[in-house]
Nanobody
């Protein structure tokens, strides 16, 4: 199983930016997908962004498209989520996840490894 460690969360004012990092240990397959999900209090976990590790193809949820960018440093098995123009509704715990085998990239159930989560709070 892949071990994931996230960092970079914090408190920011609306309109500001943050960058999250996720370093993976044991990421073995170029077919793996690394993703970011988020979960606000009282809500279901929501897909934010994902990247196919081998080819670099990216996917975004509608609520973050145009504001968030997922990228990677393959040499260090690290994925980033650059979040710009943050809004109070972006406040959530952000989780890094890896899909090793198959399944709907947008679906929580497709992912077999999860990080511990990092809190992002956007003040108005």
């Amino acid at each position: 199983q892949v071990q994931l460690e996230e960092s970079g969360g914090g408190l920011v004012q609306a309109g500001g930016s943050l960058r999250l990092s996720c370093t993976a240990s044991g990421l073995r397959y170029s077919t793996s997908v690394m993703a970011w999900f988020r979960q606000a209090p009282g809500k279901e976990r929501e897909f934010a962004a994902a990247m196919r590790w081998g080819g670099g193809v990216t996917y975004y949820g509608d609520s973050v498209k145009g504001r968030f960018t997922i990228s990677r440093d393959s040499a260090n098995n690290t994925a980033y989520l650059q979040m710009n123009n943050l809004k109070p509704e972006d406040t959530a715990v952000y989780y890094c996840a890896v899909r090793t085998y198959s399944g709907n990239i947008y679906d929580v159930s497709a992912y077999d490894s999860w990080g511990q989560g990092t809190q992002v709070t956007v003040s108005s």
